[in-house]
């Protein structure tokens, strides 16, 4: 299957080679990523340039995907009150985060296995992420290595964690991302065992991917995606090379290798392994916050994982408000999941985000486009928050507060 697969893919590029300039011009996946101009447009070039099943594990959440529809609804719901007569000549949406200046209030969030979109990965994500300004978030389970992107994309980063149940490989992890720079710790805590994800479960989706007559028949129909897989194939973890026995579906995957008793007593001996600052990504409650700064962590990131885990629980847009009247000023907030417009990014940081994270969005550009495609993602969010800032009266992303959304 392999040598069809490659036979088709060199096909296709000798014909691509052949074709007069014009029309490879108009074929380029940079161009037509070029020609997008909302997320949504992105997101149906990637759509149609990488093959289903991967597609679907970007775009998929879980069972009826209800949570997934509420991430942008509770957006579409709130209301903005702009403000007139305000001279807003300069736009500044710089922001600061655990110290550190951005250019604005986007951090690129940890996306497992991002390789399968895309051979260069994460590297990708993170220098369109360093390019806008911003940090980049690798996750554990990236197809990269720590080092791999590090090298690569050397600008800021966080390091997102998933506790394993053999702590021996979480501790390695900790030890590389500290020797490798990486400013900040992501602790992950919605994914004590894996969400069902019905389009993954329909697609026999599996760590790492099985070769079958589908996906040979998706490869032939997804020449270019197929041209990158066969040259550099990146369809595992890079930092966690095996978990025992052949591919398994991601549910089963998940649940032979994280561990399910991790409590918040556990933060002790996250605290004696890692010096930096501590996020931790998936708190949706405001006693749940709470328990989070009274551990001393430094960032909370108000999130339902894209919807991809416990479906039927409430936007991460509709958690926030009660979010940010128990933490305070205690710890950074910020809000994961459901941003897609420039005017997302101004309700968030107006309800008491700090910064917004973004995953699906930077790995549909990634599949339309490569890193191009990534960066395009930027450039689009990055022109309607500057837009909407200055149409809404509001000349610097700081000064928004609860009086602009309701």
């Given at each position: ?20 300039a ?27 340039t ?20 509420r ?13 007139m ?45 360093h ?6 978030t ?22 997102q964690?998933?506790?394993?149940t ?11 991302a500290?020797?490798?720079g990486y ?18 479960v ?30 550099r ?20 995957y ?24 501590i ?13 989070a ?7 909370i ?17 509709g958690?926030?408000?009660a ?9 950074e ?13 101004i ?28 960066r ?31």
């Open positions: 299957m392999n040598d069809l697969l490659d036979l088709v893919t060199r096909q296709v590029a000798a014909d691509l080679r052949a074709a007069p014009s029309i490879r011009g108009y074929l380029s996946p940079d161009a037509r990523a070029a020609r997008c101009r909302t997320i949504a447009e992105l997101r149906a070039l990637a759509r149609r990488v093959p289903r099943p991967v597609f679907d594990y970007v775009d998929g959440a879980a069972n009826d995907e209800v949570t997934y529809a991430n942008r609804s509770g957006f579409e719901r709130l209301t903005l009150h702009p403000r007569l305000v001279d807003v000549s300069q736009v500044d949406t710089s922001t600061t985060v655990l110290g550190r200046r951005i250019a604005l209030p986007l951090i690129a969030a940890p996306t497992g296995l991002t390789g399968m979109t895309h051979p260069d990965g994460e590297a990708a994500v993170a220098r369109a992420a390019a806008a300004g911003t940090i980049y690798q996750s554990a389970l990236s197809s990269l290595s720590i080092e791999e992107v590090s090298d690569r994309a050397p600008g800021p980063k966080w390091f964690l998933y506790v394993l053999d702590r021996g490989v979480v501790f390695d992890w900790l030890e590389r500290t020797a490798q400013e900040a710790l992501v602790l992950t805590v919605d994914v004590a065992v894996a969400g069902v994800r019905d389009r993954d329909r697609n026999r989706f599996s760590v790492p991917p099985r070769l079958t007559l589908r996906s040979l028949a998706q490869g032939v129909t997804h020449p270019r995606w197929t041209a990158g897989f066969v040259a194939p990146r369809i595992s973890p890079g930092n966690l090379r095996h978990a025992g026995g052949g591919p398994a579906g991601h549910a089963e998940v649940n032979r290798v994280f561990d399910p008793t991790m409590t918040w007593e556990d933060l002790s001996w996250l605290r004696e392994h890692w010096a930096g600052p996020v931790i990504k998936g708190i949706m409650r405001a006693d749940d916050a709470v328990r700064v009274e551990r001393g962590v430094e960032g990131v108000v999130s339902n994982h894209g919807g991809r885990q416990l479906d039927g629980v409430d936007s991460s847009i958690a926030l408000p979010i940010a009247d128990a933490v305070g000023d205690r710890a907030l910020y809000l994961d999941s459901g941003v897609r417009r420039g005017t997302d990014i309700k968030a940081v107006a309800l008491g985000a700090r910064a917004c994270m973004i995953g699906r969005p930077l790995v549909y550009g990634l599949g339309a486009a490569g890193e191009a495609g990534a395009r993602t930027f450039e689009i969010l990055t022109a309607e928050l500057k837009t909407a800032l200055a149409l809404a009266g509001y000349p610097r992303i700081g000064e928004l507060g609860p009086d602009a959304v309701s």
